[in-house]
């Protein structure tokens, strides 16, 4: 069975640095075609990809996000850790980190942590 | 980035109903699409993958279809359980983006 299950601070001041850690278990990061991505909902709006890892340590952020966010492995402890920093108000979200396996070119995205509700605020 | 549009933004319908939901990629996808369904409060659920393979575990009253820029996710007969919000998201190009969502709400 697969789980992941993310860990952090739930308050973070405004200018801070967020730390969030996906522990998961039931996969090795570093089978070919599995990575592991971040995702965050702000309160009652859609869903938004930050970044992903692949098996290979290769990595890939949004663009609109890219200088404030960096997404790290260590698979002897099966963990993905996403920082992000300058946070803002606007920040405030739910935070998500989802399984990504791919056969050839058919990729699942399952399944997914419970999430983290992050919120900033002075 | 990749736009995609999902329409309607909501739904109501009866248990029973067919309810169909489209997705529209702003460039050709291939099949590089999922559908997930979202309750509140609860982290989304993979249902579709590759445009039109279902998920392990989810009922075959779900199905998508479609390639390059128009989808659809089809729920064949409404189920009191299936009252949710829905997800398109192509993952042809990172950032992997997701639809508006789509709200299925009880008539």
């Known amino acids: 069975q697969i789980t992941l299950k993310e860990s952090g601070p739930t308050l973070v001041r405004p200018t801070q640095t967020l730390t969030l850690t996906c522990t998961f278990s039931?996969?090795?990061?570093?089978?070919?075609?599995?990575?592991v991505g971040w995702v965050r909902q702000p309160p009652g709006k859609a869903l938004e990809w930050l970044a992903v890892i692949y098996w290979d340590d290769d990595k890939r952020y949004s663009p609109s996000l890219k200088s404030r966010l960096t997404i790290t492995k260590d698979t002897s402890k099966n963990q993905v850790v996403l920082t992000m920093t300058n946070m803002d108000p606007v920040d405030t979200a739910t935070y998500y980190c989802?399984?990504?396996?791919?056969?050839?070119?058919?990729?699942?995205?399952?399944?997914w942590g419970q999430g983290t509700l992050v919120t900033v605020s002075s | 980035d990749i736009q995609m549009t999902q329409s309607p933004s909501s739904v109501s319908a009866s248990v029973g109903d067919r309810v169909t939901i489209t997705c529209r990629a702003s460039q050709g996808i291939k099949y590089y699409l999922v559908w997930f369904q979202q309750k509140p409060g609860k982290a989304p659920k993979s249902l579709i993958y590759?445009?039109?393979s279902l998920q392990s575990g989810v009922p075959s009253r779900f199905s998508g279809s479609g390639s390059g820029t128009d989808f659809t996710l089809t729920i064949s007969s409404l189920q009191p359980e299936d009252f949710a919000t829905y997800y398109c998201?192509?993952?042809?190009?990172?950032?992997?983006?997701f639809g508006q969502g789509t709200k299925v709400e009880i008539k």
């Open positions: 989802v399984h990504r396996p791919c056969i050839s070119d058919r990729c699942l995205f399952d399944p």
């Open positions: 039931g996969f090795s990061l570093s089978t070919s075609g599995v990575a």
């Open positions: 998201q192509q993952y042809d190009s990172f950032p992997y983006t």
């Open positions: 590759a445009a039109s």
